[in-house]
């Protein structure tokens, strides 16, 4: 099979009470609720497919794996999962 890197190969759904908070530069922050957990594809440095857990967080009204929004949205803003 082959699979596309920042694709998420599996999901689950995830607990209550977690977010992907998204710190700027100016030290402010907005909270996103975690939906679900995804097992994605990534590149390894060897040119292989190796495989992450990353939160699916609902944003905008649209759902992101934490690869996808970067690749969106530049490096600018730090996210990291919390506790809400």
């Known amino acids: 099979m082959n699979i596309s890197t920042s694709c998420p190969v599996s999901l689950a759904p995830a607990h209550p009470g977690w977010v992907v908070r998204n710190t700027d530069s100016d030290g402010g922050s907005l909270d996103y609720p975690i939906v679900a957990w995804a097992v994605v594809a990534t590149g390894a440095e060897d040119g292989t497919t190796d495989t992450d857990v990353q939160p699916v967080f609902i944003a905008d009204g649209h759902p992101w794996t934490v690869i ?5 949205n530049g490096d600018e803003h730090h996210l990291a999962v919390a506790e809400s």
Do not use: E
């Not at 996808?68 to 969106?72: I, L, Q």
């Open 68 to 72: 996808d929004w970067y690749a969106a």
